[in-house]
């Protein structure tokens, strides 16, 4: 079974620095997904960003960016240039190659102070 | 093109009374995942729907949840009696196969239900 550890329940920062929020998992898959959603106070959730296992590269949309470390079992995201709207409950997620379930973390909520 | 759709937004009831959640999924998609987050914990998987087939339902709590997916579009989710552990909210979330990659697309969430069992 796999699981994923965030350790940071709440982080906080100001507008326009850069904040990383941490993720750890561990599988006994080799392939696999890694995905970063965001839940703003409005609830619906919506995807950040996508990783995939067999990537060495690191994904990164815009502001967002992870740092993938496939040995480690860990799976940062990077958020730079903060902003106001960025404010949200963020989850780690784990999905099998093959597809199916989401395996989720405990979440992390940030905030970004003007 | 719309995205995932969940009915009600809020739903407050007694305990023993039965409660029918609703999901649209994003038209197309034939995989579509039922999720749960009770508070202050993680999001729990709960079942996941190939077409109109239950292709993993490992994560249902107990015999009072029922879960159809009739036609292979909308599903619904009842909880009947209800009782105060079911409190939570219910995400709905679909998602589309990559032709002849044998895995699937991202998952797109609905806004969730959020259910108060009193």
């Known amino acids: 079974a796999q699981t994923v550890t965030q350790s940071q329940p709440e982080m906080s920062v100001q507008e326009a620095e850069t904040v990383t929020l941490s993720c750890t998992y561990d599988t006994s898959e080799s392939n696999y997904y890694l995905f970063w959603y965001k839940q703003p106070p409005s609830r619906q959730m919506i995807l950040v960003i996508r990783q995939e296992a067999y990537k060495q590269q690191n994904a990164t949309e815009n502001r967002f960016s992870v740092n993938f470390q496939k040995a480690a079992k860990s799976f940062s995201l990077k958020i730079s240039d903060s902003q106001l709207g960025d404010t949200a409950m963020y989850f780690c997620?784990?999905?099998?190659?093959?597809?199916?379930?989401?395996?989720f973390g405990q979440g992390t909520i940030l905030t970004v102070h003007p | 093109e719309a995205g995932v759709t969940q009915f009600p937004s809020h739903s407050v009831i007694e305990k023993g009374q039965t409660v029918t959640l609703r999901c649209d999924p994003i038209?197309?998609?034939?995989?579509l995942y039922w999720y749960r987050r009770v508070m202050g914990k993680e999001i729990k998987f709960l079942l996941h729907?190939?077409?109109?087939?239950?292709?993993?339902e490992s994560g249902m709590p107990n015999n009072r949840f029922l879960a159809e997916r009739t036609g292979g579009t909308y599903s619904t989710l009842k909880v009947q009696p209800a009782e105060l552990e079911d409190s939570g909210v219910y995400f709905c979330a679909s998602s589309q196969d990559l032709p002849g990659q044998g895995a699937q697309d991202t998952q797109y969430f609905g806004p969730g239900t959020r259910l108060t069992v009193l």
């Open positions: 038209s197309g998609h034939d995989n």
């Open positions: 729907f190939v077409k109109e087939s239950k292709q993993d």
């Open positions: 997620a784990f999905m099998k190659h093959g597809g199916g379930k989401l395996t």
